[in-house]
């Protein structure tokens, strides 16, 4: 089958709290952006690369994505995102060939994440048609409140599932999923799922953690560090 990634790196970082979009901000001497592309390029199989970038700093976005090492087999286009990331998503999906049948949605932000498990993610969508997505166990116990701060009840956390990217689609569920949504939603599995989807859960990987704050980015750029040789 034929694979698309969709990388969304257009989002502003307003927590990370830098003045360039969050994509763009360096981490350990490159590019956020620019590392997350490196599990897209290493994959073994040929994939159509979609990058979805910040309108403000479009041309340097495009410049990083260039500059990234790839293949000069994958076909890479790049697109301007909007003001959500389902915006961003939905304008990664205009972009794709008419021969995918896969699509991969992935922040740019989970800049680490390993190959393996963007292999796992074609696997399993490939091998069962559905949508896949990678997660791992919650650690903390988690208390359901009223919102003013009250204890209503602890949920019962063997029942709860931290959810990252890349998530997989048949290109078609997502497409029409998309094509139907309404409101607001943080990710993709979770249209899927409103469409009346199965979605599977597969396991995740640590190292595919968000950057979010500048603790996330001082974590992350201690652990490039750490692999170094
Ligand atoms: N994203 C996007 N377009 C948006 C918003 C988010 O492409 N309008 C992307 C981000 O670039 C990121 C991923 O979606 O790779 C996950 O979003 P998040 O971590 O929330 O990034 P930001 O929205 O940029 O950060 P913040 O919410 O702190 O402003
Ligand atoms: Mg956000």
Redesign the pocket.
């Known amino acids: 089958v034929s694979v698309a990634v969709i990388?969304?790196?257009?989002?502003?970082?307003?927590?990370?709290g830098y003045s360039l979009?969050?994509?763009l901000v360096s981490l350990a001497q490159r590019p956020i952006l620019s590392r997350?592309l490196d599990p897209v390029f290493a994959l073994e199989r040929e994939v159509q690369l979609v990058v979805?970038v910040?309108r403000q700093h479009s041309a340097l976005a495009e410049q990083i994505v260039r500059d990234t090492a790839g293949r000069a087999s994958t076909s890479c286009s790049i697109v301007v995102?909007?003001?959500?990331?389902q915006?961003?998503?939905a304008a990664g999906l205009a972009a794709l060939e008419p021969s995918i049948e896969v699509v991969l949605v992935h922040?740019?932000?989970?800049a680490l994440t390993p190959v393996a498990q963007f292999e796992a993610i074609i696997a399993a969508v490939t091998e069962t048609g559905l949508a896949a997505i990678p997660g791992l166990p919650v650690s903390d116990t988690i208390k359901r409140t009223d919102g003013f701060g009250r204890v209503v009840a602890t949920v019962d956390r063997s029942e709860l599932s931290a959810v990252q990217t890349p998530q997989g689609f048949p290109r078609a569920q997502l497409e029409a999923a998309y094509a139907a949504a309404s409101g607001d939603f943080t990710d993709d599995a979770a249209l899927i799922q409103t469409a009346g989807h199965d979605v599977t859960i597969i396991s995740g990987d640590p190292l595919a953690f968000?950057?979010?704050t500048p603790w996330d980015l001082r974590r992350a750029e201690q652990l490039l560090a750490d692999a170094a040789p």
Not at 10 to 16: H, K, M, N, V
Not at 81 to 85: D, I, N
Not at 107 to 110: F, G, L, S, T, V
């Open positions: 990388v969304v790196a257009a989002g502003s970082g307003t927590r990370l979009p969050k994509a997350s979805v910040p995102g909007g003001v959500s990331r915006e961003s998503v922040d740019a932000a989970r968000k950057i979010t």
